[in-house]
């Protein structure tokens, strides 16, 4: 594997995480986490979405006017999530119900407008495509870390199923889990711990 | 050519032009599909709320042929409502509501026996509330409540309560965290059936 691109799935995953480095896309990450299955259709609409609008960023980059790009930019991205949004209406309206209009909101996450902006404008359309990949597999890695304590915690299931203990009347659940501010809590804790751990391992590193 | 100032509006028209294209074909085959699923959403809908008529091991094309051999369309006599007969008589109506609620347009179908009193069931079809709080107004733990629910005789002929209250006849708890989406469904159900009984009077 090329060193750049060991270094752009580095990027996207840890050292430059969208969630926990960036803190992007915090809006969709506090608004779709407190079910697993709503996190992880969300997830795969984010990857669709911001692999191919930095891919497509990429290739029209050599044409697209500096004063319009981040119009052109929006269009791409509206484009995309717009296709989702009529495959999940056509092929799983039951998920398209559930999610709301969280997937039209894909348009305004700032994780997909800033890739194009800061790589896929600049860069060659193969390194763009996995540099908006990579991106969006660690915003969702992320996401789904917090959804699953989420669901756990504050409804004793996972994926829809009962889990042990946690569904069962030993366990109070806690409702403010899956509330709006259990997932400024989740969102704290998550990016705490994984910062920690890279300053760790960077000072020993050092 | 990129540095004439015609180039952008052009570009801009032309890239528009072509992503615009795309989806409207896209839209265009996935048409029929859309269409079809919101249907089948409607009629299974009313046939969950109408008793004895829903099956969940039915499939899709079961439930349609059952809907449109068994269900009677909406006339004056109903008010609006959906009828389903026995030996010639009234059962029980299928009364489609819908609103605004907090994010979106909230679509259901309330089912009544035939004495007009008596909920058999509500559910609801079509929501884009948010996800795991205002959205579970479509799910079975809230829906349930209506079951074999007897309507209040007052303005509200349902009434929802906090979760957690004590309930009296005619009354449902509210979904946890959903205030707002509560408050909307309560109305557009209340407002739905006073008006389907004022009708029926």
Known sequence: ?206 | MKNKRWFPIVYMFVVTACFSAVIIGFAQVTEQRVKANEAIAFEVAVLKVLPGLYEPSAVTVELHQRFVEQVQQPSVDSAGAYTLERNGQIAAYALPFSGQGFWAEIKGIIGIKADKKTITNMIIYGQRETPGLGAEVAQSKFCDQFIDLTMTASEKPVVFRRPGEPLNPGEVHAVTGATQTSIRLEKIINDALNQWQSKMK
Do not use: H
Not at chain 1, 4 to 31: E, F, H, M, R
Not at chain 1, 34 to 56: E, I, Q, Y
Not at chain 1, 80 to 88: E, G, Q, S
Not at chain 1, 135 to 152: K, M, P, Q
């Open chain 1, 1 to 206: 594997m090329k060193a750049q691109t060991k270094q752009l799935i580095n990027d996207g995953l840890w050292t430059n995480n969208p969630i926990y480095i960036q803190v992007l896309g915090i809006c969709s990450t506090l608004a779709v986490t407190n079910l697993v299955l709503n996190t992880v259709v969300m997830c795969t609409a984010l990857v669709f979405t911001l692999s191919l609008s930095s891919l497509t960023v990429s290739l029209l980059r050599m044409f697209t006017p500096r004063n319009i790009r981040m119009m052109v930019e929006t269009l791409i991205i509206a484009f995309y999530v717009i296709i989702v949004d009529v495959l999940l209406k056509a092929y799983w309206p039951q998920m398209s119900d559930n999610l709301g209009p969280y997937v039209g909101l894909i348009i305004t996450n700032c994780i997909v407008m800033g890739r194009c902006e800061a790589y896929g404008n600049s860069n060659p359309p193969g390194v763009a495509l996995i540099d908006g990949f990579f991106n969006a597999i660690g915003y969702s890695f992320v996401l789904l870390i917090i959804a699953t304590f989420r669901e756990i915690l504050g409804m004793g299931t996972f994926l829809g199923y009962a889990v042990p203990y946690f569904s069962s009347e030993y366990w109070d659940k806690w409702i403010i889990m899956v509330m709006p501010p259990g997932a400024f809590f989740m969102l704290a804790i998550v990016i705490w711990v994984f910062r920690s751990i890279k300053m760790s391992k960077e000072e020993k590193s050092k």
